[in-house]
């Protein structure tokens, strides 16, 4: 059974940085599609940024620029690099496998000064 675990949240003022992490267990996880959701209150779930098991990458327009996308095979481990953080970036934000249709419990980002 995969499991998703996202830890790096927390709360950071406008412009600053932030590193999520989601950890897999189970399931093959090398050559998975992996994303990163987001959502806020009020409104629907959003993709943020996906990576292939090849590791090609694809953004949302809003982050384009800003964050970053990356996977560490040998950790079974998915990262998502925050830059330039905006207040509207706040969110749950979840990590989601593709491949076996799995969500993460998500983790909060709160951008406020």
């Known amino acids: 059974q995969v499991q998703l675990v996202e830890s790096g949240g927390g709360l950071v003022q406008p412009g600053g940085s932030l590193r999520l992490s989601c950890a897999a267990s189970?399931?093959?996880?090398?050559?998975?599609?992996m994303g990163w959701y987001r959502q806020a209150p009020g409104k629907q779930r959003e993709l943020v940024a996906q990576?292939?098991?090849?590791?090609?990458?694809r953004y949302a327009d809003s982050v384009k620029g800003r964050f970053t996308i990356s996977r560490d095979n040998t950790k079974n481990t998915v990262n998502l690099q925050m830059n330039i953080l905006k207040p509207e970036d706040s969110a749950v934000y979840l990590c989601y496998s593709l491949t076996y249709a799995v969500w993460g419990q998500g983790t909060q980002v709160t951008v406020s000064s």
């Open positions: 990576i292939t098991g090849s590791g090609v990458t």
């Open positions: 189970g399931g093959i996880f090398s050559g998975s599609h």
